[in-house]
């Protein structure tokens, strides 16, 4: 290899590394996330039919069943068999992230709520929101959500990922804007029964950071086998 090859190799190195000094572990790595959610058990959610519309704007909080606080990535999947009812229990398996919880009959009668149910008439649509927001995106960061059913996401109230209507488990890839954040959204609907799956995935930034440093060890060691032949 000659030494243009290694200045290209520290070159790409150097501009990873210098990419992304200053990045901290902003919320969107560690994440707190505003939930409410809605169920019907008649196919209408304050008069609208909300089943191939997990999109903004959201149903009126007015309607919703709860809403709380969660901490920690979104990353559910129920198990149950296809055409099996489900119920907020069977999705929020981590129950000891919810938090500050608010609903009639409390967190214990909301995870026993059935949350869909073969047929679509009886769905659920969440919305969880990113609390604080998340500084310092680097550019190129991008997003992955999975999901069963319909999904979508808006960073900064614009589109990064779009999937409303009834689907099976799908991935689908969105790019973050770059510097601040100040919101971010996932808005969900689950319908037609088991199985209900939601996870969202966002490369930390010690992932990059660690490509970066192999790049710069890598042309260093050639550049030293260059210098001894």
């Keep these: 290899m000659n030494m243009s090859s290694v200045r290209k190799y520290l070159l790409h190195g150097a501009v990873v590394l210098l990419g992304l000094t200053g990045i901290a572990r902003a919320d969107i790595y560690n994440p707190t996330w505003l939930v409410t959610a809605w169920t019907t058990t008649t196919g209408m959610i304050g008069g609208t039919n909300f089943i191939n519309a997990a999109s903004q704007p959201a149903p009126s909080a007015v309607d919703a069943l709860a809403s709380f606080t969660y901490s920690g990535q979104l990353n559910f999947d129920n198990t149950n068999n296809q ?5 907020y229990a069977d999705f929020f398996t981590n129950t000891a992230n919810i938090s500050n919880f608010s609903g009639t009959g409390g967190k214990a009668a909301f995870l026993g ?3 869909s149910s073969p047929g679509s008439s009886n769905y659920s649509y969440l919305e969880f929101s990113l609390q604080g927001p998340a500084a310092n995106i680097a550019a190129g960061t ?5 999901h069963d059913d319909g999904a979508s996401s808006y960073a900064n109230g614009n589109k990064v990922t779009y ?6 488990a799908v991935s689908d890839i969105g790019t973050l804007p770059v510097g601040s954040m100040t919101s971010f959204a996932v808005d969900y ?3 037609n029964g088991a199985p209900a799956v939601l996870k969202v ?11 970066g440093t192999g790049l710069l060890v890598l042309g260093l060691v050639v550049r030293r086998r260059q210098k001894a032949l």
């Design 113 to 115: 709520t059935t949350m």
């Design 201 to 211: 995935d966002v490369p930390e930034p010690g992932s990059v950071l660690l490509l």
């Design 189 to 191: 609907v689950e319908a």
């Design 163 to 168: 999937s409303p209507g009834e689907t099976q």
């Design 83 to 87: 055409g099996q009812s489900n119920t």
């Design 142 to 146: 991008y997003v992955t959500i999975t």
